[in-house]
């Protein structure tokens, strides 16, 4: 992708933006994240999204839904960097213990 057209991208969306039907493709989204020079990892971590997954979005992979929802608030400023910290916060991750196996001689349980 050009420079000329990752500009035209930018302007296009720019426009985009200040409704509130915000069109968002994944040329968009890695545009916007080089342009504010963002990694990968930052920029997707916000939403959850590890860099790994983030960078197929941005390769032309579907992105899911729940995440195309909160780029959608995002880009159209009904939330922010501050929103999603907090949300982030106040999650708790989830532990679950290893399943108790009483045959402690064979630890792959009894056979």
Not at 10 to 20: C, G, I, L, M
Not at 43 to 66: D, H, K, M, N
Not at 69 to 89: H, P
Not at 96 to 102: D, L
Request: contains cysteine.
């Amino acid at each position: 992708m050009s420079t000329i057209d990752v500009c035209e991208i930018e302007s296009s969306h720019a426009e985009s933006a200040s409704r509130e039907d915000v069109n968002i493709d994944n040329a968009f989204v890695q545009a916007y994240r080089r342009r504010i020079k963002e990694s990968q990892k930052i920029f997707w971590s916000r939403f959850g999204v590890t860099q790994s997954r983030g960078s197929r979005f941005e390769l032309g992979a579907t992105i899911p839904r729940p995440v195309m929802l909160l780029l959608r608030l995002y880009f159209s400023g009904l939330i922010t960097d501050e929103d999603l910290a907090s949300v982030k916060q106040k999650c708790v991750s989830v532990h679950r213990p290893a399943p108790f196996n009483p045959d402690r001689l064979n630890p792959y349980g009894s056979l």
